[in-house]
T-cell receptor, first 113, second 118 residues
Framework: EDQVTQSPEALRLQEGESSSLNCSYT??????LFWYRQDPGKGPEFLFT???AGEEKEKERLKATLTKKESFLHITAPKPEDSATYLC??????????????FGTGTLLAVQP | DTGVSQDPRHKITKRGQNVTFRCDPI?????LYWYRQTLGQGPEFLTY????????KSRLLSDRFSAERPKGSFSTLEIQRTEQGDSAMYLC????????????????FGPGTRLTVL
């Protein structure tokens, strides 16, 4: 069964303290891996799509990387406004194409000033 | 580009009542998705439309749930005979249908409808 596991469940950082969030996935063929940010009471906000092992994408203080079994979201010198839940999702290849996203449970990031 | 909108943002109802939610996708997006999210969990897929055709339904979508997208624009999600276990955030997403790498396209989410069943 296709599955996404994120760790840690929660992470508390001091402002400027870099760290990484992990997303491990098991999928019957990967079409794409997606990172979203979700603020409390709001819908997920798209960050990145990764397709192939070795691929990297960057946006401001965030960098996402992909291997054959996991993805990392690296946060460099975080600020309090980076506090949010970060969700990882995969889109799988079946016999035919399916468009649903399979999400992990997220990592709740808190950045203290 | 006004983004995905959902109405209402919050709904409180009593067990056994019917509720209906509306989703307006980003204009010209022909794909529309419904997800459900409970506290501390990631969103779970419910159903997917391409234009007006409902192409995929999750096992989570029991016979009390029905979704429509009559003219290929906005969509409604109805829950009949609500139960306390239906309390959740109901999220709508849309995508352009313009296939990128391996046929993917990015799903953009609305703000959600928070349902509380008393």
């Amino acid at each position: 069964e296709d599955q996404v596991t994120q760790s840690p469940e929660a992470l508390r950082l001091q402002e400027g303290e870099s760290s990484s969030l992990n997303c491990s996935y098991t999928v019957s063929g990967l079409r794409g891996l997606f990172w979203y940010r979700q603020d409390p009471g709001k819908g997920p906000e798209f960050l990145f799509t990764l397709y192939s092992a070795g691929e990297e994408k960057e946006k401001e203080r965030l960098k996402a990387t992909l291997t054959k079994k996991e993805s990392f979201l690296h946060i460099t010198a975080p600020k309090p406004e980076d506090s949010a839940t970060y969700l990882c999702a995969v889109q799988a290849l079946y016999g035919g194409a399916t468009n649903k996203l399979i999400f992990g449970t997220g990592t709740l990031l808190a950045v203290q000033p | 580009d006004t983004g995905v909108s959902q109405d209402p943002r919050h709904k409180i109802t009593k067990r056994g009542q019917n509720v209906t939610f509306r989703c307006d996708p980003i204009s010209e997006h022909n794909r529309l998705y419904w997800y459900r999210q409970t506290l501390g969990q990631g969103p779970e897929f419910l159903t997917y439309f391409q234009n007006e055709a409902q192409l995929e339904k999750s096992r989570l979508l029991s016979d009390r749930f029905s979704a429509e997208r009559p003219k290929g624009s906005f969509s409604t999600l109805e829950i009949q005979r609500t139960e306390q276990g239906d309390s959740a955030m109901y999220l709508c997403a849309s995508s352009s249908g313009t296939s990128g790498v391996r046929g993917t396209d990015t799903q953009y989410f609305g703000p959600g409808t928070r349902l509380t069943v008393l």
